[in-house]
């Protein structure tokens, strides 16, 4: 049950796009369409931003989309916002039934 | 409005237990599976547990598998984790969440340290 693998930080200025991986293995990542995306602010619980690879819940901005391409998952944030500096972890379902996160990103909004 | 109130937490010495319980409203409980995810302070989130909507499949980290129960009480609208030989590296912030891989709905969180 290894984590996943996240940049540990991206920047970008806001009006600015970024994009943060998140890489598995094809018993994880790539070979079920469970991988979600959340956001955390400091001291606050995570919340909820993708599920399903590419669904965005009520409430979430459009400007925050997923994808994925084999073993790798994808968060893209356009117009870049104040509000969106915080942490992100992606997870998956994996082929042990179990769930696995990623490490985590810093987005710093510069 | 979707809530879950964790509770439970507190300090307990290395080998000692604890019972986290997850109060849940504001959606069919009986409908869902619930999970609990940890959190070291100032670190990452670590799946703990997973249990179906009707308590029959239950799935854990390896970590704490043999030492750690999850169960739930439908009639109760709540999640339990029972934790026992507790460890250091148990020490985290625990969260109850709804669903097995999506947890649209996260609580507050529960403090758990383990130290003597």
């Known amino acids: 049950q290894s984590a996943l693998t996240q940049p540990a930080s991206v920047s970008g200025s806001p009006g600015q796009s970024i994009t943060i991986s998140c890489t598995g293995t094809?018993?994880?990542?790539?070979?079920?369409?469970?991988v979600s995306w959340f956001q955390q602010h400091p001291g606050k619980a995570p919340k909820s931003m993708i599920y399903d690879v590419i669904n965005r819940p009520s409430g979430v901005p459009d400007r925050l989309s997923g994808s994925k391409s084999g073993n790798t998952a994808s968060l893209t944030i356009s117009g870049l916002q104040a509000e969106d500096e915080a942490d992100y972890y992606c997870s998956s379902y994996t082929s042990s039934s179990t769930v696995v996160f990623g490490g985590g990103t810093k987005l710093t909004v510069l | 409005e979707v809530q879950l109130v964790e509770s439970g937490g507190g300090l307990v010495q290395p080998g000692g237990s604890l019972r986290l319980s997850c109060a849940a409203s504001?959606?069919?409980?009986?409908?869902?599976?619930m999970t609990w995810v940890r959190q070291t302070p100032g670190k990452g989130l670590e799946w703990v547990a997973t249990?179906?909507?009707?308590?029959?499949?239950?799935y854990y980290v390896d970590s704490v598998k043999g030492r750690f129960t999850i169960s739930r009480d439908n009639a109760k609208n709540s999640l339990y984790l029972q934790m026992n030989s507790l460890r250091a590296e148990d020490t985290a912030v625990y969260y109850c969440?709804?669903?097995?891989?999506?947890?649209?709905?996260w609580g507050q969180g529960t403090l758990v340290t383990v130290s003597s």
């Open positions: 249990i179906k909507a009707d308590g029959s499949e239950r």
């Open positions: 969440a709804r669903d097995r891989t999506r947890l649209a709905y």
């Open positions: 504001g959606f069919t409980f009986s409908d869902y599976w």
């Open positions: 094809s018993s994880d990542v790539g070979g079920y369409n469970y």
